[in-house]
């Protein structure tokens, strides 16, 4: 397959020509693309100004007075310069795909000492390292700092979010640009940010519908491959066609997630209940499923599919799921009647138990 005839084709057989199912998704929403992505840079500062909330350690002391040596200053021996206006901080940031040299990007910084607070403080050229060991960006600034503390002389103390911890909106500038794989070989390898074969395999066809067979190969559940071109603007541009195109990914596995810390509980469309009984305080809740056939004459009966649900609240404790329940249903039943959601993770716990519920039960 010839590129340029590629690129003249994705022009010419643009958006007019397809159709797409409803729901359907950016192939941008749903997938990354290999060699495009962050990276991550940490370096170690010392933060200055501050209004005595700086911290005592030796190791601060230590970095002052080597910084004080790069400027031909040298303390004399047994001299320990204990400044509490100073303050150690770890230094962290992204480093963006792409990003050149002498663009800017922001910065979080964070009190390794006992310093009470940065507020006020400004952070001194601290230099940020890749995971390489190498400087990619150099950090400097006023730090912006959301929260506040105070403390009496009795002890008592009171703080609004983290004072220690600060930002730097702009607040480092990038030296070199970190390399990536994106122009390596004559393919781009796109990742499912949700692995599914299924989608995998719609991706692959799609796009071997729009450009021709064999353009593009699902590697795995999570991984497709597609020819591209090998020059930088041809490849731009192809990407750029390939990633507005639509897709309408599989449906998920089925899931029921729940957080015991705050009782929030997240139901998956596919969740399904297979006949059961459990047995649960106070509440009794039946779900049965039947058909309603009306005969018109000489036409086709008209078949109703209709649920019915029954809720009490007394003395029974029993739980009756028909064939056919959704989990939805037994939501709704147990609400009816004012259950906690202490009750309701308790009833989804035992119908896993009991192999009745047809999803995977996530606890976090």
Same mark, same amino acid.
């Given at each position: ?8 084709? *994705?022009?010419?057989? %643009? ?8 729901? $359907?998704?950016? *192939?941008?929403?749903?997938? %990354? ?11 170690? /500062? ?14 601060? %002391? ?26 150690? @901080? +770890? &230094?962290?940031?992204? !480093?963006?795909?792409? $990003? ?22 400004? !952070? ?20 912006? #700092?959301?929260?506040?503390?105070? =403390?009496?002389?009795?002890? %008592? ?19 070199? +640009? ?9 393919? &781009? ?13 719609? @991706? ?34 192809? !990407? ?24 929030? &509980?997240?139901?998956?469309?596919? @969740? ?12 009794? @809740? ?13 036409? +086709?009966?008209? &078949? ?8 009490? =609240?007394?003395? /029974? ?13 037994? #939501? ?5 009647v004012g259950a906690a959601p202490g009750d309701l993770m308790a009833i989804l716990e035992a119908l896993k138990q009991a192999g009745a519920l047809k999803a995977e039960?996530?606890?976090?």
């Open positions: 397959m010839k590129i340029k005839k590629t690129l003249l084709l *994705l022009a010419a057989l %643009s958006a007019p020509l397809f159709t797409f199912e409803a729901h $359907a998704e950016r *192939l941008k929403d749903i997938v %990354s693309v290999t060699g495009v992505r962050e990276n991550q840079l940490i370096g170690y /500062g010392l933060v200055v100004g501050l209004d005595g909330t700086g911290d005592k350690t030796k190791f601060t %002391s230590s970095t002052f007075k080597n910084m004080l040596n790069n400027f031909g200053i040298v303390l004399p021996p047994g001299v320990d310069p204990k400044s509490k206006n100073i303050a150690a @901080v +770890a &230094i962290h940031a992204n !480093l963006p795909p792409f $990003a050149k040299p002498g663009q800017m990007i922001d910065v979080t910084v964070n009190a390794i000492g006992d310093s009470k607070s940065l507020r006020g403080g400004s !952070l001194l050229m601290s230099p940020l390292k890749g995971v390489d060991g190498e400087i990619y960006a150099v950090a400097q600034g006023n730090l912006v #700092v959301s929260g506040f503390g105070a =403390e009496g002389n009795d002890g %008592s103390r009171i703080a609004l979010n983290v004072p220690s911890v600060g930002r730097i909106p702009n607040g480092a500038m990038v030296e070199a +640009a970190a390399p990536n794989a994106f122009m390596d070989g004559n393919k &781009i390898v796109f990742n499912l940010h949700n692995p599914d074969f299924t989608t995998a395999r719609r @991706v692959a066809e799609g796009i071997n519908e729009f450009l021709g067979p064999d353009t593009a190969k699902a590697l795995d559940s999570a991984s497709i491959a597609v020819v591209a071109p090998t020059d930088s603007d041809q490849r731009v541009a192809y !990407l750029s066609v390939l990633e507005n195109l639509e897709f309408t990914p599989a449906k998920e596995t089925a899931k029921v997630i729940i957080n015991s810390r705050t009782g929030t &509980i997240i139901i998956g469309e596919n @969740v399904r209940v297979s006949p059961v009984a459990i047995t649960h305080g106070g509440i009794s @809740v039946t779900i049965t499923e039947a058909q309603d056939v009306n005969a018109n004459g000489e036409s +086709a009966p008209v &078949i109703t599919p209709r649920s019915g649900i029954e809720v009490e =609240e007394g003395s /029974g404790r029993m739980f009756e799921f028909s064939p056919g329940a959704t989990l939805k249903d037994i #939501v709704d039943s147990v609400n009816q039960l996530m606890v976090i």
